[in-house]
DNA sequence: GATGAATGAGCCTTCATTCAT
DNA sequence: TATGAATGAAGGCTCATTCAT
């Protein structure tokens, strides 16, 4: 009983932020309504009031939920013991692959933070910057077991980290000409294409 | 008396175009309201519904004239006769140096087409796919010339577009680790390192 | 056409406090809506905002009016050269003849200030201090020329207010075991009595 | 057990209508929140529902309990066999003493009904009249004992309770001219000089 | 054409009240 | 009996849009 009720509640705060997600995602912030929200969630309105004192602090909260679950997700794979390129392609791969399968919480991402002030902005700066830092120290590393170049480090980190992003929002916004075949092995194998590119140059070899 | 009213509406258009800018790049746009937008053009609220019949029209009217201004200067950028390094540095070092003269435009690029339906999503997205269009275009022309290696153009128009998106973000954001010394000379240096790596690639010779 | 719509704003402004008074004096403020104030004055709900920025600035406002006027009005009466025990009488008879015309008006004096905050409580206060100041200072220009005794002047401004008050509130609350017979001369009638007392004492002259 | 949960019922209903009484006083009757006052009570929201069934009928349980605490005062102090004279000085400086001592209640007091309807004021207006014909009453023994001349018993009852409400006021208000020295005496003092006023009044004897 | 006073639909938020535990 | 999580009606306020001048 104890464990249910408990249950419960986390159920209902994880079912008020999912739809918050949707909703935001759908509508755009202040396109959204509480009322959608709570319609979305199945609660009435003034219980997501109960979680979350303003309809400004669930955009903040669930905007760096999945903002941390994005970094969470890239500092994971370029973590592993795979070679430099192995990882990359991993990346490449798993961004897309995952873009497909939540495009609502890329839609946020995309979207960023436009329009919260303050501590909020610099709150979803800084998880911006892990991610950059994560990726710098990717390419840094990479170089010091002589598997990259010795590149900017953080210059190939924009790049890297530009190039998710241009993908995944070609993903959102249905480019099918980029992304149409999409059988089991598309991703591996436009990870496997963009990875040559960024490994080894657009540049012919003299 | 003809061509000094025409011109006095032209004026006027402009100058509401410009404060639209300004005030949704400001505020967002649900943020901003008409009002502001007047002020800001020093015009009567009426006056803008003399030249737009809503809100929305006004935000899509000038988020694709902006889109267009901007995918004209790629596309002008990379229309020229030089060798394809050369075109692909002057891309990264004018877009570098114009996100940072004209921030508002850029803040509003990158936003997106947030919370806008149907049509004008589609005429939005045209605008971007010209875009991409361009780059792979460059990509496979560069190519043909002998001047790139045959990889896949639009992959490729990904990683640089990914790429110009992501630094100009940067600047706006103010980035300071990456974009600090802000002499002449910054953008183009900028450019040469970045170029280097799309160019040259990550992974070292063997 | 000028001085028309002159007259229309002042003339909207003066129907919206009308309103106000009406209905928080029927209603009580929190009770009371914009909505009812709007209706009543005959004007939609955005237009009360045009003028007052706020429901608390609307109420403060209207009050204050309503305790100037009164404020005024005890003022005027006891600045007259007529003898003491006139003005004394012509003010009860006056304002017992107010209440009953202006009930709305005495409902809001009697509820006073309660809950509202800060500024405006100083501000209220105020105006009611100039009321016992003038009081006051009747009952000691009374004693300098010899038509009052030397009594504490402040006390018998307490007491005359009061008694006022009572009087006022007796006449809203319909107290018609007191105030019956409505002809012409009632009120005067009740003011001799009433400043008999207050002239003379309740205790037989020994 | 039995007359302990009795107990604790009783005790239960005290708290919740203390609190009610101190909430109410200090945010006002809409001001206030059930949950205000349910925390002032240390009790849970629920628990006051079982003792009254809304939030009108709690205020106006708390009102009339107040109002008839306030009215047996009065009664019981001019139900005494001293001199008229005497009484009302007690009268005068209980009130005073009281209004200083338990300002919660007179702010209740003063700030009256405003807002109740119906059945409530008529309870309300009943025990008010209470007062004033316990009021009316003491002036008419007076007379027949030959302590007081033969003035209209109601007018004098308006006069004395309308003095007493004034000094209440004033005191609440914090009316620091009129009421400073609060040492032991200030409030007999104050007694004798406002009853040394009503019994003889202000004009001279001739 | 140009203006801005006027409007009212719509939204965030509060809080009295209920009811499952 | 006691609780407080949940609810949704209601209200203050904003702002896109209109229209008389």
Not at 59 to 75: G, H
Request: charged residues 30%.
């Amino acid at each position: 009983m104890d464990s249910n009720s408990s249950y419960a509640k986390d159920d209902k705060l994880r079912r008020i932020m999912d739809a918050a997600l949707t909703t935001f995602s759908r509508s755009g912030y202040q396109g959204a309504t509480m009322q959608e929200v709570a319609s979305e969630a199945g609660v009435g309105k003034g219980t997501i009031y109960l979680y979350f004192c303003s309809k400004e602090e669930l955009l903040e909260t669930v905007l760096l939920d999945v903002l941390k679950r994005y970094r969470d997700q890239i500092v994971q794979i370029i973590s592993s013991e795979d070679a430099s390129r192995t990882r990359m392609r991993r990346l490449v791969s798993e961004v897309v692959r995952g873009a497909d399968r939540r495009r609502r919480q890329f839609r946020f991402l995309l979207q960023g933070s436009w329009g919260m002030g303050g501590e909020f902005k610099q709150r979803a700066l800084s998880i911006k910057k892990d991610i950059m830092n994560s990726l710098a120290e990717f390419v840094s590393e990479g170089a010091e077991m002589g598997e990259f170049r010795d590149v900017d480090a953080r210059l190939m980190a924009h790049i890297i980290s530009g190039t998710l992003d241009s993908l995944a929002a070609a993903q959102l916004w249905n480019d099918e000409q980029t992304l149409e075949g999409q059988d089991d092995s598309w991703a591996d194998d436009l990870a496997g294409a963009v990875v040559d590119c960024l490994c080894s140059g657009v540049e012919p070899e003299q």
